[in-house]
């Protein structure tokens, strides 16, 4: 199972962490993703990770501003936003692969329930 937490309300410039923890299974062979899904919008991918955190990519909307890690130690996986901008609002997601990393949601296995990000003055 994935909880993902951290979300909440924000003003435009503002900093939130995410943060998705797994029971009951390890991350360690796990790649790592983390997705939005905005009103009316489809789910997109915002980052991703590898198993080993040697591999990281991001949407070219949060470049620079995101930043993806994780502590397997833990047995969990962060999502730090920075500069956080109104269009960033969304429900966010992470989930969980066995294996290679992709940006593409549907090659995912596990899903947390995702938690609100709102980005409004």
């Known amino acids: 199972q994935l909880q993902a937490s951290g979300g909440g309300l924000v003003q435009p410039g503002g900093s939130l962490r995410l943060s998705c923890a797994a029971s009951?299974?390890?991350?360690?062979?796990?790649?790592i993703g983390w997705f939005r899904q905005a009103p009316g919008k489809e789910r997109e991918g915002v980052s991703c990770i590898s198993r080993s955190a040697s591999k990281t990519s991001y949407a070219d909307s949060v470049k620079g501003r995101f930043t993806i890690s994780r502590d397997n130690a833990k047995n969990t996986v962060y999502l730090q936003m920075a500069s956080l901008k109104p269009e960033d609002t969304a429900v966010y997601y992470c989930?969980?692969?066995?294996?290679?990393?992709?940006?593409?949601?549907?090659?995912?296995?596990?899903w947390g329930q995702g938690t609100q990000v709102t980005v409004s003055s």
């Open positions: 009951g299974f390890g991350l360690d062979d796990y790649a």
């Open positions: 989930a969980a692969r066995y294996g290679v990393y992709y940006s593409d949601p549907k090659y995912y296995t596990y």
